[in-house]
């Protein structure tokens, strides 16, 4: 932007003079500039640092105003009003009130030293003051509403420990992609995955270790999910997956790759981590139950053969998964 009104103001007839005046804002603006690229820049104290300067370009173009008794300008006016905007979006309401004080008494100063004083802009600065406290106020408080609600969402729908999804926002999960796979159901697998003897894991090494293991195994079966999928802390140790738009050879080929991954975790002062999983369709006539219920039979399946496999009802589907 800065770069474009030097080029249009070089354009001009006097550009040198045309750019002496311009100058100090263009300074300032990059400034800020390099300012909001600085990484150890806290926001508050930039949007302070913008308030001030803010107040200071007012102040100045005030004194112009009255060292030269030229009329006061609208654009004087609406930087008036840019300084009350930025004052009660940013800053806090005794020192926005402050702020906004001092600059309308400077407007007053430029008015009265003008020799053509805008009385009815000046009134109308006053009136527009209450305005723009009003709705920054109202807006501040949407916003505090609406990241409070969305906090509060997160919370109701998700597992504090691993970031998945909870069971009850699982479930809904499950039932809406049932319901858009209902023409196509057989494009809908399911999983259940089990961490294999984790109770071993907490009874010997402790619950915080086994915490660690619940987050990093939640870790590698959100990041292989096909677009769209969910992952689901359905209870324990128990991982619910949702896999759309995957046949079951697909899904199975996408699970053994998680169970190979979650094999090859190293935790320090933990043994080797394995999965026993289940793999079921969606059929025509089936709901969300008999989905749910076929995965949990495949997963005892899996685990009566021996563990650290996954089980899968198609034929030809069943092969365990390769061991290193």
Not at 55 to 82: D, E, K, Y
Not at 137 to 160: I, K, W
Not at 253 to 272: A, W
């Amino acid at each position: 932007m800065n770069a474009a009104i030097m080029v249009y103001l070089l354009t001009n007839p006097d550009p040198l003079r045309q750019v002496g005046r311009t100058a100090p804002g263009l300074v300032i603006s990059a400034g800020l500039l390099l300012l909001t690229l600085w990484p150890r820049a806290a926001l508050h104290t930039l949007q302070r640092a913008c308030v001030g300067i803010l107040l200071l370009w007012f102040a100045l173009n005030v004194q112009s105003v009255t060292a030269t008794q030229r009329p006061i300008t609208s654009g004087l006016l609406i930087h008036f009003i840019l300084l009350a905007l930025f004052c009660f979006t940013w800053l806090r309401r005794r020192s926005a009130t402050l702020m906004v004080l001092a600059g309308y008494a400077l407007l007053l100063i430029a008015a009265f030293t003008s020799r053509q004083p805008d009385v009815p802009g000046v009134l109308l600065a006053a009136l527009t003051v209450p305005v723009i406290w009003y709705l920054t106020q109202h807006g501040l408080s949407v916003n505090r509403e609406r990241v409070r609600s969305e906090a509060l969402l997160t919370l109701a729908t998700t597992d504090p420990l691993t970031g998945l999804l909870n069971r009850r926002a699982g479930r809904a999960a499950l039932d809406a992609a049932v319901t858009a796979h209902a023409a196509r159901p057989g494009s809908l697998c399911v999983a259940l995955l089990d961490i294999d003897h984790f109770k071993r894991v907490n009874d010997t090494l402790g619950h915080q270790t086994g915490d660690r293991v619940l987050i990093a195994v939640a870790d590698i079966l959100n990041a292989g999910l096909p677009p769209g999928g969910s992952a689901i802390r359905w209870g324990g140790e128990e991982f619910l997956l949702i896999l759309p738009d995957q046949t079951p050879p697909q899904a199975h080929l996408r699970l053994l790759d998680m169970l190979t991954r979650v094999r090859q975790l190293r935790l320090p002062g933990i043994q080797p981590v394995t999965l026993s999983g289940g793999l079921s369709v969606l059929s025509a006539s089936a709901g969300s139950d008999p989905l749910i219920d076929q995965a949990d039979r495949s997963l005892y399946a899996a685990k009566a053969a021996g563990r650290d496999r996954l089980h899968t009802d198609p034929p030809g589907a069943q092969a365990p998964a390769p061991r290193p």
